[in-house]
C-alpha cells in the first residue's frame, strides 16, 4: 500500500470530479490563492518586514476577479485546444446574483480558476509552466499604484 502525504494529490476516485468546471474552479480558487501566498513570501521576504495587513491588502489584490481575467487573457495563447474548450465551459457557468454587476470579469476569473484548479489535480507540470508564464503579470501588478 503506497502512502500518500497529506498535501499531495490523491488519485482520482471519480475521473469525473476533473471534467467538472465548477468543481475545478471551487478547488481553482483555493489552490491559486495559495500560491498567491506563497509568491508573495517569496517575494518579499528579503526586503520587507511584511506586515499581515500588507500581505492581505496584496492577496486580495491579485485574488480579484479582474485580475484573474487579466491573467487568464495573458494565457489564451499559450492553451491547446481541451484547455481552451474547458476554459469555455469553466467561462459559461451560471453567474451568482450578486456578481452579475461585474459578469464577464467574474466568468473570465471562473474559467482561470477551473484551469489551476484541473492543472493541479491532472498536470502539476502544466500547472508549474504557466505559473512561470504568470510570474511578471504578478509583479507587474505589484509594482503599480493601487
Not at 468546471?21 to 471551487?26: K, Q, V
Not at 481541451?82 to 452579475?100: D, K
Not at 480558476?113 to 502544466?126: C, D, F, K, Q, V
Request: a neutral charge.
Amino acid at each position: 500500500m503506497t502512502e500518500h502525504h497529506p498535501l499531495s494529490t490523491p488519485e482520482p476516485a471519480d475521473p469525473r470530479l476533473e471534467s467538472s468546471p465548477r468543481l475545478m474552479a471551487y478547488l481553482g480558487d483555493a489552490v491559486y490563492e495559495l500560491r498567491i501566498r506563497q509568491w508573495l513570501l517569496e517575494t518579499l521576504f528579503p526586503d520587507n518586514a511584511l506586515l499581515s495587513d500588507d500581505l492581505h491588502r496584496r492577496t486580495t489584490r491579485l485574488a480579484r476577479c479582474e485580475f484573474q481575467a487579466r491573467a487568464l487573457e495573458s494565457i489564451m495563447p499559450h492553451l491547446d485546444d481541451a484547455e481552451l474548450a474547458f476554459a469555455r465551459r469553466a467561462r459559461n457557468l451560471s453567474i451568482p446574483v450578486g456578481r452579475r454587476s461585474q459578469q464577464a470579469s467574474y466568468r473570465q476569473a471562473t474559467a482561470f480558476e477551473a484551469l489551476i484548479g484541473h492543472w493541479s489535480r491532472t498536470n502539476p507540470t502544466r500547472m508549474e509552466a504557466i505559473w512561470e508564464r504568470l510570474k511578471p503579470l504578478l509583479a507587474q501588478e505589484q509594482q503599480d499604484p493601487a
